[in-house]
């Protein structure tokens, strides 16, 4: 299902797709897929592996040539143009550096092709790795810089080229888990500083969710939603995002009809469900609360997740923050009998087959 | 130390002592190869260059032992070697050419386009020639080069007539020999060169193969030049059957071995094609291929 409520006028879309197919052989990879991204626009395309989004923005590079459908840039449209004659430039997941060249070499490659003076490709290559912040590394070569150094050298080699759109694969997947943090609060500092649009693939829910500014979520080669951080992450369109972005958290079928009284599917994210022992109390207007067997606690440090068995039946997870209570007070609380309780506006119903 | 208790047999002994001992584990690992390398391959080399400075007694036909430089003399003043090596070292240059041109493009399809199942097969077909014989193989195109061969069936038609028994025929079946050695590096060049380097350089321009395979390639080539170069300068057989008249390095050093009896002169010979290829390998380092290695 896509929701197409992009049409905001004023706001030029930087890249456009619509109906785009791809198959490979047998196998359908992306499944007609319509999407427009804004000028300036910090875009993720989320998804598990094999979902098509890959391929989408290797279609939007010119890597692949769709099946059918149609590919936009601004008002060009570039469906079947090689790479080098769209105004986009990638960032490869692995990197993709040229090993025989220094770091230079690499950044002023696009220049060089299209004939830009020494002079100035020098100047603007340099001013691209400063403002990766590389400045003093251009006379080394790939194989001497950490993986984050070389993060940055794609980034500038392609960068340097002032596309309309810069696309990145997986950009940060290679880096270590601190890495990734620092180059996510990096990344979105260029992308201000330099006001290109980027569009990006990640299948990191955490990474789309801190640094975009709108999310496009894949499945099966086919989008099922397209919205803010929030809307996503708050308002999921199917159980599959609900899933996919975020913990599950799904009261269904029977539950649902005893809980709260009606019958669908709903979703409650886990740190909106509070844990209470005392059963009795009375229940504060405009909440639900359902009872249950605490099955599991993970202590994390910071925050503690409880796995709680409905007696209605179903299971929901719930994030508590350790704001007073220790590890050997929640602990305690294994296989106690609690209350799951929530307010009535963050519980979602989800739409579609679950 | 008996303190320590070695359970087990002889052998469970043998593995812990080899365990605590590195050194032992190394010796036991390195000794064969490098007494076959040392004795039997550097030593061979070494008794080479020195009988290269022996000579023959004119009357008996016997060695004799004496530091001289007169074959080195003969093989300066004597315009025919001159001749010969210049030739060898053409033939040689000629077979690494066609034998590089013809295995770059094939290479490149197996690395990067052909399926992965495909890419088995292609390497099990180009390691099969491998198998057959040497001389099946020359003769084989000694009879496609013959005056009522193959290649003038096909070629007559057209009014051409094919090339004979020569030089052209050598080169061209040394280029079918060696055609394997030269596919097999460059494949696995290629095969280490990333999908989305290729990507990356379409991306940014239009001059892939001169800027990116080219020069991420080149070490591979090298590789395979190596071995094509070298067996070829130090062939004899193929321009036995394919040459006609013609003789390469190779021969000389045969007809000294044998019909003249002058050890000393062909170990001279053979020195000729060492020094040939110890030239060809500083002039590559130089070029700095093999440092992106």
Redesign the interface.
């Known amino acids: 299902m896509n929701q197409m409520n992009t049409e905001e006028p004023g706001v030029s879309a930087a890249v456009t797709l619509r109906g785009l197919r791809k198959t490979f052989g047998e196998v359908t990879a992306v499944d007609d897929v319509d999407l427009e991204i804004r000028d300036g626009e910090f875009f993720a395309m989320l998804g598990p592996s094999g979902s098509g989004k890959t391929t989408v923005l290797r279609m939007i590079?010119?890597?692949e040539t769709p099946t059918s459908g149609e590919v936009r840039l601004g008002d060009r449209v570039v469906t079947k143009l090689?790479?080098?004659e769209r105004d986009?430039?990638?960032v490869?997941?692995?990197y993709?550096?040229?090993?025989?060249m220094n770091v230079l070499a690499n950044v002023e490659?696009?220049l060089?092709?299209?004939k830009v003076g020494k002079k100035e490709r020098r100047e603007r290559a340099l001013q691209a790795l400063r403002s990766v912040r590389l400045e003093g590394f251009d006379g080394r070569r790939p194989g001497q810089l950490s993986g984050g150094q070389r993060q940055r050298v794609a980034l500038a080699?392609?960068l340097v080229?002032r596309p309309k759109v810069l696309l990145l694969d997986e950009p940060l997947g290679a880096l270590d888990l601190k890495l990734r943090e620092e180059m996510q609060v990096e990344l979105k500092a260029i992308q201000r500083e330099v006001g290109i649009t980027f569009l990006f693939v990640t299948h990191d829910q955490e990474e789309a969710l801190t640094m975009s500014d709108r999310v496009a979520v894949f499945n099966a080669g086919r989008i099922e939603q397209v919205g803010t951080p929030a809307e996503v992450y708050e308002k999921p369109a199917s159980a599959f995002v609900a899933g996919f972005v975020g913990t599950s958290n799904l009261i269904e079928g029977e539950a649902a009809q005893s809980i709260l009284g009606r019958p669908g599917v709903y979703s409650v994210r886990p740190e909106k469900l509070r844990v209470e022992t005392d059963l009795d109390a009375k229940l504060p207007e405009g909440e639900h609360s359902a009872t249950g067997t605490v099955a599991e606690v993970v202590y994390a440090g910071a925050a503690t997740r409880f796995v709680v068995d409905l007696d209605a039946g179903g299971r929901l997870v719930a994030l508590q923050q350790n704001l007073q209570s220790s590890s050997m007070d929640v602990l305690k609380l294994r296989e106690a009998r609690v209350r799951l309780v929530w307010r009535r506006e963050h519980e979602f119903a989800i739409p579609g087959p679950t | 130390m008996s303190t320590i208790a070695t359970p087990g047999g002889p052998v469970r002994r043998l593995a812990g002592l080899l365990y605590r001992r590195p050194y032992l584990r190394l010796a036991g690992l390195l000794s064969a190869p490098l007494l076959w390398l040392v004795v039997a391959y550097l030593g061979a080399l070494a008794a080479l260059f020195a009988a290269a400075f022996w000579t023959t007694d004119v009357f008996t036909g016997e060695v004799v032992r004496q530091f001289n430089l007169g074959n080195f003399q003969e093989l300066w003043s004597q315009g025919v070697y001159r001749t010969i090596t210049l030739r060898s070292v053409g033939v040689a240059v000629a077979v690494t050419v066609v034998d590089g041109v013809i295995a770059f493009p094939m290479a490149f399809y197996m690395a990067k386009i052909a399926s992965p199942r495909a890419q088995r097969w292609l390497v099990i077909a180009v390691l099969t020639p491998l198998w057959a014989s040497y001389l099946v193989k020359a003769y084989a195109w000694r009879v496609m080069f013959s005056g009522t061969g193959v290649l003038n069936w096909v070629l007559d038609p057209f009014g051409i007539h094919g090339p004979g028994y020569g030089l052209p025929a050598t080169v061209v079946t040394l280029a079918y020999l060696w055609l394997p050695y030269m596919i097999l590096p460059l494949y696995a060049g290629l095969e280490r060169l990333p999908n989305s380097l290729l990507d990356a350089s379409g991306d940014l321009g239009a001059r892939t193969f001169r800027t990116v395979i080219w020069p991420v390639a080149f070490p591979a080539v090298i590789a395979g030049s190596i071995f094509t170069f070298s067996l070829s300068l130090g062939d004899y057989i193929t321009v036995k059957i394919v040459g006609g008249k013609s003789q390469l390095i190779g021969n000389v050093v045969y007809d000294n071995v044998g019909a003249a009896n002058n050890l000393p002169f062909a170990a001279a010979v053979a020195t000729i094609p060492v020094a040939v290829m110890v030239i060809y390998l500083v002039a590559v380092r130089r070029t700095g291929a093999l440092d992106n290695l």
Do not use: C, E, M, S
């Open positions: 590079a010119g890597f090689p790479p080098f986009v430039n990638t490869f997941q692995d993709a550096l040229f090993p025989h490659y696009g060089k092709v299209k080699r392609a080229n």
